[in-house]
């Protein structure tokens, strides 16, 4: 029995529509076990920005420094996309929770549930068995250095930088999770251009030489990139900074099928913040054809990683795993050989979810 305060922060787009599902599945969780949970909601986004006029209000940052989690959606809106004038931006309230929250590690669990084989665009016998634990740096690099334009705006500039202590404390939670697992560790980086990476891999070096039990790799990012896809198997925890840790997670969500089923963690020095890995996907918002697994088992991260509670989190995993063998898909994971009555929109999807809970 415990009682918490979770705070629902479901941003733009189909953030809304498959933070409410998760939502539900928390609700289950504490009816099910005899928790309580209290839950307020915030806005950030394009949402915040059309009430306030500010990505992230103070008043969001407040209640995410208060809560004890959050449950996360997704940022964005194709009106800043196309106008790289806008001052104001939905991805600035995202980035600057991160920093606010000291939320440096992003850790983005890649796992192919086996009914998912045929849904990715790899081959099945590349893919079976693959598992891979990224740690993704995420208040740190280019995404955070100084930026502008100079020479009368003809050029533009986005400095990346890191600190010693900003890679070693990454390094030591991407460690100890190998300890936990296959005990390999893959550190991914650009050394052989980047000064930033040659500090990378200087402290990911020493910080070896205390964990003689893991076995440690050095790539760069442009041969992982070609090997998540020829050979994901190989990989265990891959720890990376933040612009690559982006992009290589992208493209890690093919091994799971689909973007619509990969959650992450956000952890640090306080609130954990647990959300998808997409997207606000405006092309299909307000369609109801959402795949909310993503978001749900963002809620299966926040039971077990914020609140220590590992059978609820099992349990939650558990359901989705019973809802994709029964044949269950949303539109973005079905292929040829799902029955057209087994194709549930986002509501739908997470009901089924809730009769295994
Ligand atoms: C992610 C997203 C964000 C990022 C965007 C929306 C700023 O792509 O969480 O991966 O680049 O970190
Ligand atoms: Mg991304």
């Given at each position: 029995m415990a009682t918490k305060n979770i705070l629902i922060v479901p941003g733009d787009g189909i953030g809304q529509e498959v933070t409410a599902v998760g939502k539900k599945v928390l609700d289950a969780i504490a009816a099910k076990f005899g928790h309580e949970f209290h839950y307020d909601e915030a806005l950030i986004g394009h949402v915040a920005i059309e009430a306030t006029g500010e990505a992230l209000p103070a008043e969001s940052l407040e209640k995410m420094r208060k809560s004890d989690a959050v449950l996360f959606g997704a940022v964005g809106h194709p009106k800043y996309d196309n106008d790289p004038s806008a001052k104001v931006r939905p991805e600035q309230g995202l980035l600057k929770m991160r920093k606010e929250l000291g939320l440096y590690a992003n850790l983005r669990p890649i796992k192919l549930f086996d009914e998912l084989l045929s849904a990715s665009s790899i081959k099945p016998e590349i893919l079976k068995g693959a598992d891979i634990l990224f740690f993704r740096e995420l208040t740190g690099d280019i995404y955070f250095g100084e930026k502008g334009r100079k020479n009368d705006g003809d050029t533009a500039y986005d400095v990346a930088e890191y600190s010693r202590y900003e890679v070693e404390r990454i390094g030591r939670k991407a460690f100890e999770a190998a300890r936990t697992r296959k005990k390999k560790l893959c550190s991914v980086d650009k050394a052989n251009v980047l000064e930033t990476s040659r500090l990378w891999r200087e402290v990911i070096q020493k910080l070896a030489l205390e964990y003689p039990d893991v076995e440690v790799e050095h790539q760069f990012v442009d041969s992982t990139a070609m090997m998540l896809i020829k050979n994901p198997c190989r990989f265990d925890v891959v720890v990376t900074a933040n612009l690559f840790g982006d992009i290589l997670t992208d493209e890690a969500s093919q091994i799971a099928g689909s973007m619509g089923m990969l959650a992450s963690a956000s952890i640090g020095d306080g609130t954990g913040v647990y959300e998808p890995i997409h997207g606000s996907a405006h092309d299909i918002?307000?369609?109801?054809?959402?795949?909310?697994l993503a978001s749900i088992l963002s809620a299966a991260l926040l039971l077990d990683?914020?609140?220590?509670m590992k059978d609820e989190s099992d349990l939650v995993i558990s359901a989705v795993d019973q809802v994709l063998k029964q044949g269950f898909r949303t539109v973005d994971i079905a292929d040829a050989t799902t029955k057209p009555e087994n194709i549930l929109g986002t509501a739908a999807m997470g009901e089924a979810v809730l009769k295994f809970i």
């Open positions: 918002t307000g369609k109801g054809i959402a795949n909310p990683i914020s609140f220590g």
